[in-house]
């Protein structure tokens, strides 16, 4: 047993300083008792993770050579090899920045919506056939990624992201405006369906998280 003159407390440590103010402690002896401040031993390291993950690039990398090589082999032309190549690629950055990272909920969106949008153009260049991407499937992902924001900015609106949310509802917005605009779609109902969409999604986030969106705001611009 020790004592700690300054805080006048007997301490039941093996340890030379006191727990609480880390001053010198004496000895006053007495039976020994279990020390109650054993500093805590770090956890061993889970490998399982890392290991499955080397196994998953393992196989990831001999799917995309096979498919390569039998697509070059029995017939080049349409390069279909490129989808599952890039299919492939879309689920790491699924698992790794999506999944298991903790970045914010706009950016995986955002990456999200990109990388879905490409790997579609990327089908439809090598099925080489027709403007269904522009036409069904970028209207498509809009309207649902809008429907998403907005559920997203209230359901965190006493948290950061809202003006997040707020931007990439423009984006999307002016992305269908200008598909019309410069009449890159010949079916222009979904389009419209997305500028509705939009326009009143951007009012419902004034409306129910205007305090909110002005906070931000001025905090991100310094207004």
């Not at 805590?40 to 390569?68: D, E, G, T, Y």
């Amino acid at each position: 047993m020790k004592r700690c003159e300054h805080c006048n407390v007997d301490v039941a440590t093996t340890h030379d300083t006191c727990p609480l103010c880390f001053r010198e402690l004496v000895d006053i002896g007495g039976r020994e008792t279990p020390d109650l401040f054993k500093e805590k031993q770090p956890k061993p390291v889970i490998k399982h993770r890392v290991l499955l993950i080397k196994i998953f690039l393992f196989l990831s990398i001999i799917a995309a050579v096979a498919c390569l090589t039998v697509n070059l082999m029995v017939k080049p032309i349409p390069m279909w090899s490129l989808v599952v190549i890039v299919s492939i690629l879309y689920c790491w950055v699924l698992i790794c920045h999506t999944i298991l990272s903790e970045r914010s909920i706009f950016e995986k969106l955002l990456l999200q919506i990109g990388v879905v949008v490409g790997l579609l153009f990327l089908c439809e260049w090598v099925a080489a056939g027709g403007k269904w991407m522009v036409d069904y499937v970028i209207p498509a992902i809009s309207m649902s990624a809008i429907l998403v924001l907005f559920i997203l900015s209230q359901a965190l609106k006493y948290h950061k992201g809202v003006l997040s949310f707020f931007i990439m509802t423009i984006i999307l917005v002016l992305l269908s405006g200008a598909l019309l605009l410069f009449k890159a779609t010949s079916f222009k109902l979904l389009n419209i369906i997305v500028l509705l969409e939009g326009a009143l999604s951007l009012l419902g986030m004034i409306l129910f998280s205007g305090g909110v969106l002005k906070t931000e705001f001025s905090k991100k611009f310094h207004v």
